[in-house]
């Protein structure tokens, strides 16, 4: 089978299990993307979720149609052809999806800015480790920062290259990810999340050196004042080197 939109079908019935048995979806509406060819969509129908599945290939979603009538016709599925990262979701409270590989974060940082009780999501087994990566570690990033900034994240369990058809060339983890308020108050969520992008633009310079060559991403004035005011301890680490306290900490200097 040839990979479609870098997807790679979930194939191993137990993995499809696990996946679909890590979060109650009895008469809950579950958002799938990328569903493919229905495996993990016919497992969530079987726990009791209302499906709702939005692939970006036609053939695909032909396939669903297809495959699903019955589902479809009694409202228990609905299959929407579009780009999950650009096109308008419905609604939902729950996401269980392997994602294609390609639009991870992508989709990732979508679905927290829509919000959400809790996702079960299958990642690059490296992707969902830099996830996980705790602030002010080598690993942790941009991705890490602002995900655990907005969300707890459990790696829950990972899986070969066998369990998928075609079989990438890289081990998937899937992880499980629930929204919750920030731990430290965040003044503007906008100037934050450009901060955090900003620093780990440069990630091996210090806070101090990241700020400086932050243009086009944080206003001047605003940049010369943090400078000017910040502790050295903060403006001599490394972004990699910092807590969430500390990017909220710059984030919300006058």
Same mark, same amino acid.
């Given at each position: 089978?040839?990979?479609?939109?870098?997807?790679?079908?979930?194939?191993? =019935?137990?993995?499809?299990?696990?996946?679909?048995?890590?979060?109650?979806?009895?008469?809950?509406?579950?958002?799938?993307?990328?569903? +493919?060819?229905?495996?993990?969509?016919?497992?969530? !129908?079987?726990?009791?979720?209302?499906?709702?599945?939005?692939?970006?290939?036609?053939?695909?979603?032909? +396939?669903?149609?297809?495959?699903?009538?019955?589902?479809?016709?009694?409202?228990? $599925?609905?299959?929407?052809?579009?780009?999950?990262?650009?096109?308008? $979701?419905?609604?939902?409270?729950?996401?269980? @999806?392997?994602?294609?590989?390609?639009?991870?974060? /992508?989709?990732?940082?979508?679905?927290?800015?829509?919000?959400?009780?809790? %996702?079960?999501?299958?990642?690059?087994?490296?992707?969902? /480790?830099?996830?996980?990566?705790?602030?002010?570690?080598?690993?942790?990033?941009?991705?890490?920062?602002?995900?655990?900034?907005?969300?707890?994240?459990?790696?829950?369990?990972? !899986? =070969?290259?066998?369990?998928?058809?075609?079989?990438?060339?890289?081990?998937?983890?899937?992880?499980?990810?629930?929204?919750?308020?920030?731990?430290?108050?965040?003044?503007?969520?906008?100037?934050?999340?450009?901060?955090?992008?900003?620093?780990? @633009?440069?990630?091996?310079?210090?806070?101090?050196?990241?700020?400086?060559?932050?243009? +086009?991403?944080?206003?001047? +004035?605003?940049?010369?004042?943090?400078?000017?005011?910040?502790?050295?301890?903060?403006?001599?680490?490394? =972004?990699?080197?910092?807590?969430?306290?500390?990017?909220?900490?710059?984030?919300?200097? %006058?």
């Amino acid at each position: 089978m040839k990979a479609r939109h870098d997807q790679h079908f979930l194939i191993d =019935p137990t993995a499809v299990e696990r996946i679909a048995s890590l979060v109650d979806v009895q008469d809950r509406e579950v958002l799938e993307v990328g569903p +493919g060819n229905g495996a993990l969509t016919r497992a969530l !129908l079987n726990h009791g979720a209302t499906v709702h599945a939005v692939e970006l290939d036609r053939e695909l979603c032909e +396939g669903l149609h297809d495959r699903f009538r019955t589902e479809i016709a009694a409202g228990r $599925l609905t299959v929407t052809h579009g780009d999950a990262g650009r096109c308008e $979701l419905p609604n939902f409270s729950i996401v269980v @999806s392997n994602l294609p590989y390609s639009i991870s974060s /992508k989709i990732t940082f979508r679905l927290l800015e829509c919000g959400f009780e809790v %996702a079960v999501l299958m990642y690059q087994m490296e992707f969902a /480790k830099r996830m996980a990566a705790p602030a002010g570690t080598k690993d942790c990033g941009r991705l890490s920062i602002m995900v655990q900034t907005y969300a707890t994240v459990q790696k829950c369990f990972t !899986l =070969p290259p066998n369990c998928f058809s075609p079989r990438p060339q890289v081990h998937s983890t899937v992880v499980k990810i629930v929204p919750r308020p920030p731990i430290f108050f965040i003044e503007d969520t906008s100037r934050y999340a450009d901060v955090v992008r900003a620093l780990f @633009s440069h990630r091996r310079k210090t806070v101090r050196n990241s700020l400086k060559r932050s243009s +086009g991403m944080l206003e001047s +004035g605003w940049v010369r004042r943090v400078i000017a005011g910040l502790p050295d301890e903060i403006l001599s680490s490394r =972004p990699e080197e910092l807590y969430l306290e500390d990017f909220a900490t710059i984030a919300n200097w %006058a």
